[in-house]
């Protein structure tokens, strides 16, 4: 298995300009989440979906982001436009589980480091 | 929402030492607390977890300790090696699902 695989692993963007980060999770997961990595909060979740339908997008900071899942093996993030303080690891990871009761590993992928210049 | 926070921040010990990280948590009906490992410039991976039918969980010189109750769990590795330097972080699954996370512990294992 070739686990969570993300791209692009790097992305610098200058500020205004739009950026797409892409996930496929592993095969027969049902669940995927998008996470941001900075130092000054941690890891945050963004969104997540469950059976390819989003459940919680608390996290998405504002209408900047958007994020799709149109099949089982597919997800992206957008941001549009960017901005420096969206500079930070994405992290895209998956699991199986049930809406609600998932109490299984979810296994990240290898992150996308974006700067935002 | 749900509140987890983990102490300490940093975490210095000598090698073959051991080491505690505690987390506690507001929600009382969670029920799964993972804990993460995270390498330098790696991704997170999970290295033990506990669900609240059980007080104690091992595997091999890591464990994980929960105390319903109190709404607090810890983790704790014995014989610490330099590979164990990295961010370990605890997370609670709350009722929607997801993830909270703490904000990491940065674990140096000095030889």
């Known amino acids: 298995d070739a686990g969570v695989i993300q791209s692009p692993r790097h992305e610098v963007t200058e500020m205004g300009q739009e950026v797409t980060l892409r996930c496929k999770p592993i095969s027969g997961h049902n669940s995927l989440f998008w996470y941001r990595q900075t130092m000054m909060r941690g890891l945050e979740l963004l969104i997540y979906f469950n059976n390819n339908v989003p459940i919680d997008d608390s996290g998405m900071p504002e209408d900047r982001f958007s994020a799709k899942m149109p099949n089982a093996s597919f997800s992206t993030l957008k941001i549009q436009p960017s901005e420096p303080r969206d500079s930070a690891v994405y992290f895209c990871?998956?699991?199986?589980?049930?809406?609600?009761?998932?109490?299984?590993?979810?296994?990240f992928g290898p992150g996308t480091r974006l700067l935002v210049l | 929402g749900e509140n987890v926070e983990q102490h300490p921040s940093t975490l210095s010990v000598q090698e073959g030492d051991s080491a505690v990280i505690k987390c506690t948590y507001s929600d009382s009906a969670s029920n799964y607390f993972p804990w993460y490992k995270q390498e330098l410039g790696k991704r997170p991976q999970l290295i033990i977890d506990i669900r609240s039918n059980v007080g104690e969980k091992k595997d091999q010189r890591i464990a994980v300790t929960l105390n319903k109750t109190a709404k607090h769990f810890s983790l704790h590795i014995t014989e610490t090696q330099p590979e164990d330097s990295a961010v370990y972080f605890c997370?609670?699954?709350?009722?929607?699902?997801?993830?909270?996370f703490g904000q990491g512990t940065e674990l140096s294992v000095k030889p």
């Open positions: 997370a609670v699954e709350v009722s929607t699902g997801k993830l909270i």
């Open positions: 990871a998956s699991s199986f589980g049930t809406r609600g009761t998932l109490q299984e590993t979810q296994y």
